[in-house]
């Protein structure tokens, strides 16, 4: 079993920067790709980034890139979305999660999900 817990979300201005981290613990693996998708009101979760288990292949939604990057440190496994340049409508609930070794932007094959941090960007 392998917990997940985001941070870093809160309140910005538009323009504004902000970066969320995703620590794994439990039973933990260097072997997870991990991913970040993202909730609206009234909308369906989306895929965001994701990084592989080396952290040498990401992807991005066409809507961050050039906007986000993400990056992880297997030492401490914890994966890192930093959001740049951010707009009102990136505003959601952001969740990290976690599957075997390679990139995906399914969330079906995700196994592991963290509680979700909010980001707020106001215009």
């Known amino acids: 079993q392998v917990q997940l817990v985001e941070s870093g979300g809160g309140l910005v201005q538009a323009g504004g920067s902000l970066r969320l981290s995703c620590a794994a613990s439990?039973?933990?693996?260097?072997?997870?790709?991990m991913g970040w998708f993202r909730q609206a009101p009234g909308k369906e979760r989306e895929f965001v980034a994701a990084?592989?288990?080396?952290?040498?292949?990401?992807a991005y939604a066409d809507s961050v890139k050039g906007r986000f990057a993400i990056s992880r440190d297997n030492v401490k496994i914890t994966a890192y979305l930093q959001m740049n340049s951010l707009l009102p409508e990136d505003t959601a609930v952001y969740y990290c999660?976690?599957?075997?070794?390679?990139?995906?932007?399914?969330?079906?094959?995700?196994?592991?999900w963290g509680q979700g941090t909010q980001v707020t960007v106001s215009s």
């Open positions: 990084i592989d288990w080396i952290g040498s292949s990401t």
């Open positions: 439990g039973r933990t693996s260097s072997n997870y790709a």
């Open positions: 999660a976690a599957k075997l070794y390679v990139t995906s932007h399914l969330q079906t094959s995700y196994r592991y």
